[in-house]
C-alpha cells in the first residue's frame, strides 16, 4: 500500500514554502512540488519590500494593514540577516493628496500596531535636508516613516529550508500533472521535468498554492471549477544607475494616484517600480516589461530628481504577475492584495484548499490562517508556532546584524569585506556551515567573480536546491548584476560537473 502524505501542496512560492514549513512544524507530513524554482515566478519579483502597504488604507484595507504591520516586526525578529530596517522620504505634491490626508494616513500607519524597533514619522523640510538635494526644485517638504527591506528569493528558499530540515519533501522542478479523488484521497501524477520520470503521490489534502496558476490549478489539473476568480495584474521594476545618494529610500506620488518607489539597490544602483498592469493570461516562461512600462517608470522618477533617465539607461528589469482575488474593482491598483481562501470539499472527498492574493509580508500569518482551515481534517495536529520562530541563519544575538558581522569578520578575516557583508547577509549564522575551516579565499575554491566561489554554488546546489546558473545569480545571490560577461557559462558549466561527479559516486 503507497503511503498517504498528509498535503500536497502546489507551488514553491512565499505561500507554498510557508504553509509546508508551518504544517511540517505541526506534526503533518507535506511533499510539495514546485515545476519550476523556487521563488521562480511572482515571489522573486517583488519590490521587496516588508511593508504594511501604506497606500491600502487609501482603500480602507485597515484589516489587512494591521496584520502586515504585525508581521513586519516578527519577520524582522526572526530574520534579521535577510531583512532590515530602511526609511521612506515621500515628498509632498500639491495636487494629489493633501498634506493632511497623508499626515492622517502616517499617523494611523505608526498606531494601528505596535512598533517596537522602527522609529515612528516624521516632517522634514527638504531645503534642510540631504535627500533634498537630489530632487527638484520645488518640493519643500516631506514625510520620513519606516517599513523594511528582505531579500525576498531568499525568504521563499529559507522557508523551504527549515521545511526541508523539519521533515518535508520539497521537489523542484516538478510539475503536477493531473490528480483525482479516490474517495478521501487524492491520486496525484508529479512529473520530474529534468528527467522525465514520473510518479504517483497520496495525500489527504491539496493545498493549491499556484500563484497566478491558482485557477490552472483547479480546473486543467483538477478538473475542478471554482466559484473564485483570480484577477492577474503584472507589476515590473527597472533598475538604473544610482540616482541619489542617501541611504534613504523614496516613495513618489503619482498623477494617476499610484506610487512608485525608489530603492537604493547593491549600492551602485537604484530599484524603480512597481506598475499595475491588467493581464488575462499567464505565460509559462519569464514575464518581461513592456516598453511602455519601462516609459512609465522613467517619466515618474524624472518628474522628482533632477537626475534623469531613460530606457536606455536600463540595466536590469523583471516582472511578475499577481494571482490578486476578484473583488470586481475596476481599477488594477484598488484591486484588494488581501488573501482568500477557497475549499472545495464535498461529502466524503479529499479536499483541496486554494489560495488566492496574498503578499509577502503576510505569508506566515497567511499560512497559520490555512492551517486552521484544515483543522477539522487533522484534529490532532499542533498548534501554531511561527510566531517567534526564527529562520534558518537568523538565530543571531540580540538579533544585531552589525555586532554578527563583527564577529563573522574576526573569524573568517581574509574574506573581503563586501564578500564578509554579502555573505552575512544571505546566510546569517549558516555562514558556518559554508566557509567552515577556510584559512583563504583559495579554500573556496573557484571564484566565479563577485566573490562567487565554488563553496557557495557547492553550499547552494547542497541545501537550496539551486540548478542553474540563473537560480543562484538571480535569486540565490542577486549577484547577476556583479558578475562579469560568461560567469553564468562557467557556473553552469561547474554544476554539470558535480552532478556528474555525484551521480558516478552514487
Not at 26 to 45: F, H, I, K, N, P
Not at 223 to 248: A, M, Y
Not at 271 to 290: A, M, N, R, W
Not at 441 to 463: C, I, K, P, Q, S
Request: aromatic fraction near 10%; charge should be neutral.
Amino acid at each position: 500500500m503507497t503511503a498517504v502524505t498528509d498535503l500536497l501542496i502546489v507551488g514553491g512560492g512565499i505561500n507554498g514554502a510557508g504553509i509546508a514549513r508551518d504544517a511540517v512544524g505541526r506534526g503533518l507530513s507535506v511533499v510539495l512540488c514546485e515545476q519550476g524554482d523556487l521563488a521562480g515566478y511572482t515571489s522573486s519579483a517583488s519590490t521587496k519590500l516588508i511593508h504594511g502597504g501604506l497606500r491600502y488604507l487609501e482603500y480602507y484595507e485597515f484589516r489587512l494593514v494591521r496584520e502586515a504591520l504585525f508581521e513586519r516586526e516578527r519577520l524582522l525578529n526572526s530574520a534579521p540577516h535577510i531583512i532590515w530596517p530602511l526609511r521612506f522620504i515621500l515628498p509632498h505634491e500639491k495636487g494629489i493628496r493633501p498634506a493632511w490626508f497623508v499626515r492622517l494616513g502616517l499617523f494611523l500607519y505608526d498606531h494601528l500596531a505596535p512598533r517596537k524597533k522602527l522609529p515612528g514619522t516624521e516632517g522634514i523640510k527638504l531645503t534642510r535636508h540631504p535627500a533634498g538635494q537630489a530632487l527638484k526644485p520645488g518640493f519643500d517638504t516631506a514625510f520620513v516613516y519606516s517599513d523594511c527591506w528582505v531579500e525576498d528569493s531568499r525568504m521563499v528558499a529559507l522557508n523551504a529550508l527549515d521545511a526541508f530540515e523539519k521533515g518535508a519533501d520539497i521537489r523542484v522542478r516538478t510539475k503536477l500533472v493531473s490528480a483525482r479523488r479516490d474517495g478521501k484521497i487524492w491520486v496525484a501524477t508529479l512529473q520530474n521535468t529534468e528527467t522525465g520520470e514520473s510518479q504517483d503521490v497520496r495525500a489527504k489534502v491539496i493545498v493549491n498554492a499556484g500563484g497566478p496558476f491558482v485557477a490552472d490549478v483547479l480546473n486543467s489539473k483538477l478538473g475542478l471549477n471554482t466559484t473564485k476568480n483570480v484577477r492577474l495584474v503584472k507589476g515590473s521594476h527597472i533598475v538604473v544607475p544610482k540616482l541619489f545618494d542617501t541611504q534613504e529610500a523614496f516613495i513618489l506620488q503619482n498623477t494617476d494616484k499610484r506610487i512608485v518607489f525608489a530603492i537604493p539597490y547593491q549600492e551602485k544602483f537604484t530599484l524603480i517600480g512597481t506598475t499595475d498592469i491588467p493581464v488575462e493570461s499567464v505565460p509559462d516562461k519569464k514575464v518581461e516589461i513592456s516598453p511602455d512600462e519601462v516609459q512609465y517608470l522613467c517619466n515618474i522618477v524624472n518628474h522628482f530628481f533632477k537626475k534623469q533617465v531613460t530606457p536606455a539607461e536600463v540595466v536590469w528589469s523583471y516582472s511578475g504577475v499577481r494571482p490578486l482575488f476578484d473583488d470586481g474593482s475596476s481599477n488594477a491598483s484598488a484591486v484588494t492584495r488581501d488573501y482568500v481562501f477557497d475549499m472545495d470539499a464535498p461529502e466524503g472527498q479529499a479536499p483541496v484548499l486554494s489560495i488566492f492574493g496574498g503578499k509577502i509580508t503576510t505569508f506566515r500569518k497567511l499560512s497559520e490562517h490555512a492551517l486552521e482551515e484544515l483543522k477539522a481534517y487533522f484534529p490532532d495536529m499542533k498548534p501554531s508556532w511561527t510566531e517567534n520562530a526564527k529562520m534558518p541563519g537568523g538565530d543571531i544575538i540580540d538579533a544585531d546584524f552589525d555586532k554578527f558581522l563583527v564577529t563573522v569578520r574576526q573569524r573568517w578575516s581574509f574574506l573581503p569585506e563586501q564578500v564578509a557583508h554579502r555573505l552575512s547577509r544571505a546566510y546569517g549564522t549558516r555562514i558556518l556551515e559554508l566557509l567552515g575551516q577556510a584559512k583563504s579565499m583559495a579554500d573556496l575554491g573557484e571564484d566565479f567573480g563577485a566573490g562567487l566561489t565554488a563553496a557557495e554554488v557547492d553550499y547552494l546546489m547542497r541545501h537550496e536546491w539551486a540548478r542553474t546558473a540563473e537560480d543562484i545569480l538571480w535569486r540565490r545571490s542577486k549577484l547577476g548584476l556583479h558578475v562579469p560577461a560568461g560567469a553564468a557559462a562557467k557556473i553552469d558549466a561547474y554544476i554539470a560537473k558535480q552532478k556528474t561527479a555525484s551521480i558516478a559516486a552514487q
